[in-house]
């Protein structure tokens, strides 16, 4: 398929904050992605207690099942009002507090302390700040970043992660002469290139 029709579109932030502004939020799933639980296993291989990464997590249920499992969950998401839906849907009481390495970033953090979402542009993260992780959930997310910044999406993701980490990466496959996204369509050739 051609994807150069995608290559240069570009959704910023303003756009994103609008979309939840309106509601216009067609991938957030109450029932969540079945394609969790399919391949659960393949995520935890055994392990409890994980740390697991949410990037671009939106207010995604599935931050919920995992940390009712056990485990500790870290998501980062550019709108607040997503990071407080998410919080207040799930009648979970959360704190928030700055980060002092990112200005203007804030860390909504569940009083239970299991759930922890960054509010700030994914880019401002690094390991310093939230540490590594043992999982990725990638719903969403990958396919939600602009093809320009793909690359430095992917180092980062790398960067983030400890060695024996299981990293799920959901993409949807589609014609992209006929929809100019989000989601954008990834090739599996591509995939490979960015990740290894
Ligand atoms: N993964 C979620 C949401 C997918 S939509 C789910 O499965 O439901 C992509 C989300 O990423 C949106 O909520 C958008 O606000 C957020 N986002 C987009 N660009 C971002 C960026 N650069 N940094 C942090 N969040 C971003």
Not at 40 to 62: H, Q, T, Y
Request: proline share 5%; aromatic share 10%.
């Amino acid at each position: 398929a051609d994807v150069g029709s995608q290559k240069e579109r570009v959704v910023t932030e303003e756009e994103w904050l609008q979309k939840w502004e309106m509601g216009n939020i067609g991938f957030h799933k109450e029932q969540g992605n079945p394609l969790l639980r399919k391949y659960l296993d393949l995520l935890l291989n055994g392990r409890s207690g994980l740390r697991i990464f949410f990037p671009l997590c939106g207010k995604a249920v599935e931050m919920k099942w995992l940390a009712d499992m056990g485990h500790s969950v870290v998501g980062v998401e550019v709108s607040e009002q997503a990071v407080k839906e998410f919080f207040s849907e799930h009648s979970l009481p959360y704190c928030e507090e700055p980060v002092p390495e990112i200005s203007g970033a804030k860390m909504f953090q569940s009083t239970s302390g299991n759930i922890s979402l960054y509010c700030c542009n994914i880019y401002d993260l690094s390991s310093s700040i939230v540490g590594k992780f043992d999982g990725v959930w990638d719903r969403g997310a990958l396919v939600a970043v602009n093809p320009r910044d793909r690359q430095r999406y992917a180092s980062l993701m790398i960067n983030l992660v400890e060695k024996n980490s299981s990293y799920l990466l959901v993409t949807v496959l589609y014609d992209p002469n006929k929809h100019k996204g989000p989601p954008f369509y990834v090739p599996e050739s591509e995939i490979k290139s960015l990740f290894g």
